[in-house]
């Protein structure tokens, strides 16, 4: 099909904007076993868990999948509801902008998306959870191959990982095994610029400014790679720090970040952080904001606790750790997940309480 033309930001992120620094990781390096490009991953992943990723060879495949993000999202509404997600915990298919809470108070989200999981893309035209619009499948090969891409990518950080926290190889890849249902997925994200169909303006947080596009929260799975288009937004809040800090946007590097079940299953050594993305900085804020996501998540069966019973070096870090040892009890994977889901939908909010329990490894009640 021919490519849709999609907007890039009029605008550039600003150069004087004080941004965090992020490690870079080479993708190719790190597949060919380079031991010092392994230790920057390591490092990365054990202090801030977030991370630049370069050479990681799904650059080709993103335009094409924004693509397929601009044919669903100009189908009339009728046409994208009965493909919703739902209120019941089910993340793939369309979610509308203002469908999710962002934080305790109720303010809604400002964001609109597509997500299509490992499970169905793979196995198209099988459907393993849920159909989509047809706009998906008009793109399916995209989308499949996307997917397959991003998953072997992360795949191979897990892999190379293991050694370094005790692991027998292969213990990850088991985890996250293809056939098993999971919550792994692609998500295509569109926050229209103002006057563009869409657009949802933001609320109002409690000091006054506008309200995250995305609350403040902690990924649910085991690795996120995020692809952009040079719009700004995301912010991580460092440990330690109560100063949210943005991120900056760079050309050819998707970003990267450890989620919760990776954090959970290493015993707490890689750190899954908190992240939210608020409505970019100006001028880019009259811009659309776009950004591509592959979430791998591990199968839905799967307990969610330390690995200690296969690593030392794992049940010693987790022993000492507060946030480990106050885990609930007989959660699974699946459970995490579609629990988190389910509770920052709008319409299943009783108040402040469902913010509270919608979250995940999150270890700063303050954090909104």
Known sequence: MPSIDIQYPRTDFPADLECHPLLVVDFAKVKAGDE?????????????????????????????????????????EEE????????SGMSAGYKAAGSNNVDARGNLDTIQFINVAKDDALAYPEVRQRTYPQTVNDHIQTVTGFVRSSDDVLQTLMAVLEPRIGLPAGTLAALHKEGNLSGS????????????????????????????????HTDFGSFSMLHGRGCGGLQVLPP???????????PGHAVCNV???????????????????IPPPAPQDQDER?????????????????LSDQSEIIRKHAEQDAAMQAL??????GSWFQRR????????????ETWAQSRGTEHAPAVA
């Open 185 to 216: 997925e692609s998500r295509v994200i569109l926050k229209s610029a103002p006057g563009d169909k869409g657009y949802r303006p933001e609320g109002v947080d409690e000091n006054g400014d506008p309200a995250a596009a995305i609350g403040a």
């Open 328 to 333: 609930p009890k007989g959660e699974t994977a």
């Open 80 to 87: 994208l509801l009965p493909f919703e997600q739902g209120d």
């Open 341 to 352: 889901i389910k509770l920052q939908r709008a319409k299943n909010r009783t108040g402040p």
């Open 36 to 76: 010092q490009e392994i230790d920057q991953l390591y490092n990365a992943c054990t202090n801030l868990g977030f991370f630049y990723l370069k050479n990681y060879g799904v650059e080709d495949l993103t335009e094409p999948m924004f693509d397929m993000g601009r044919a669903t999202f100009s189908l009339p």
């Open 290 to 306: 776009w950004s591509l996501v592959y979430f791998i998540r591990p199968a839905y069966d799967n307990p969610l606790a330390p």
């Open 259 to 277: 989620g919760d079940t990776l954090a959970v299953y290493s015993g707490n050594i890689f750190k899954s952080n908190i992240h939210r993305v």
């Open 240 to 250: 330690g720090s109560s100063k949210w800090q943005h991120i900056r946007p760079l």
